[in-house]
């Protein structure tokens, strides 16, 4: 097995980051935009609004990255971490990258003393639905979310 480093992203990391958030997009059946996917990262990474962990193999290639934007509960009144992206190359998958980058969310939860990480994923993903529950986290049954999105 390639020995994997995990590392947060810097702008230094811009170009690995973008090529795997754009093919995260394109498994959500979104159009590539390399050019959109550049401009959304570079500014996540220059204004720290969000924070991205990297797992790089070989020849520092990026193959998987997770990315966290800061929420905040105001009845725990502490921050939650949204583990808004998780995405491992297709070649790279089956190798446990999806875990060491949930554990780096782990970390980062557990460093700044957040109420925890909480995440989204469709009902239809088989994989990430096996994945989080083995990963530690527990299916909310108890609350409906709602979306509302300008017309």
Request: charged letters at 25%; a positive charge.
């Amino acid at each position: 097995m390639e020995k994997i480093i995990i590392k947060r992203a810097t702008i230094k990391d811009l170009s690995n980051v973008v090529q795997l958030f754009d093919n995260y997009r394109v498994f959500y059946k979104r159009e590539s935009d390399l050019i959109g996917a550049k401009t959304f990262i570079q500014e996540r990474l220059k204004n720290d609004d969000s924070v991205i962990y990297i797992a790089e193999g070989r020849n520092k290639q990026g193959i998987g990255f997770v990315q966290l934007y800061p929420i905040f509960s105001s009845t725990q009144m502490k921050r939650f971490w949204l583990l808004n992206d998780l995405f491992v190359s297709y070649e790279s998958r089956g190798l446990g990258i999806s875990y060491m980058l949930i554990n780096e969310a782990k970390k980062l939860s557990i460093g700044t003393k957040s109420a925890g990480l909480m995440l989204e994923t469709a009902k239809d993903n088989l994989i990430g639905n096996q994945l989080y529950p083995k990963a530690g986290f527990e299916l909310d049954t108890e609350h409906n979310f709602y979306y509302w999105t300008p017309k």
